[in-house]
């Protein structure tokens, strides 16, 4: 069993910048591949950034690509996303998720945190 705790959501102008945190309670969290998914209101989930257990591979949806970074502390269980240049339309509930194969699917995540909103003022 996971326990996924997302933090760091808030109001922020666009320009702006934000530093998600997702605090995980797991054994061997090394082993658990991890994203950054988000949900905007009337649209489907998205995931915005992906990384392998180690940290070595990370993968970001083309939308963010160059302004979001993920990362990950393997040593305080913990996983980052770091969003840069923030814009009206990155505006939505950012989740995240572990599993066992890092991607930009949705379908290899079992657990999932209870999300976090961003949102961005224009």
């Known amino acids: 069993q996971v326990v996924l705790v997302e933090s760091g959501g808030g109001l922020v102008q666009a320009g702006g910048s934000l530093r998600l945190s997702c605090a995980a309670s797991a054994r061997a969290f090394s082993s658990y591949a991890m994203a950054w998914f988000r949900q905007a209101p009337g649209k489907e989930r998205e995931c915005v950034a992906a990384i392998s257990g180690s940290g070595r591979n990370t993968y970001y949806a083309d939308s963010v690509k160059g302004r979001f970074t993920i990362s990950r502390d393997n040593a305080k269980n913990t996983v980052y996303l770091q969003m840069n240049s923030l814009k009206p339309e990155d505006t939505a509930v950012y989740y995240c998720?572990?599993?066992?194969?890092?991607?930009?699917?949705?379908?290899?995540?079992?657990?999932w945190g209870q999300g976090t909103q961003v949102t961005v003022s224009s």
């Open positions: 998720a572990a599993g066992r194969v890092a991607t930009l699917a949705s379908s290899p995540y079992n657990y």
